[in-house]
């Protein structure tokens, strides 16, 4: 069984940057494709950005094109979202996601194991 565990969340003004960590255990990550997800307030849970099982491949969402970057660690067993230049639209709870066989899917469904989620708050 994989685990999940994120960090890194926060309250940050607009403009700002932040990087979450996504800490596995029990599994080595390099087997997994990974993704970020994120829930703002009052709405259902949106794709962010996913990375490959190998070849770095990304897939991401329009609107973070340009801001968000995924990565991966797997000596570590670590996965980071980097996320720059801050907007309050970016406010949410942000998930870390594993998938087993499909590969940077942007469909929830795809993905077999998920944290508990880290809070980003972005003040205007």
């Known amino acids: 069984q994989l685990q999940l565990v994120e960090s890194g969340g926060g309250l940050v003004q607009a403009g700002g940057s932040l990087r979450l960590s996504c800490a596995a255990s029990?599994?080595?990550?390099?087997?997994?494709?990974m993704g970020w997800f994120r829930q703002p307030p009052g709405k259902e849970r949106e794709f962010v950005i996913a990375?490959?099982?190998?070849?770095?491949?990304?897939n991401y969402a329009g609107s973070v094109k340009g801001r968000f970057t995924i990565s991966r660690d797997n000596a570590k067993n670590m996965v980071y979202l980097q996320i720059a230049t801050l907007k309050p639209e970016d406010t949410a709870v942000y998930y870390c996601?594993?998938?087993?066989?499909?590969?940077?899917?942007?469909?929830?469904?795809?993905?077999?194991?998920w944290g508990q989620g880290t809070q980003v708050t972005v003040s205007s």
């Open positions: 029990g599994r080595t990550l390099s087997s997994y494709a």
């Open positions: 996601a594993a998938a087993g066989r499909y590969d940077f899917s942007v469909r929830g469904y795809n993905y077999d194991y």
């Open positions: 990375l490959s099982r190998s070849y770095g491949s990304t």
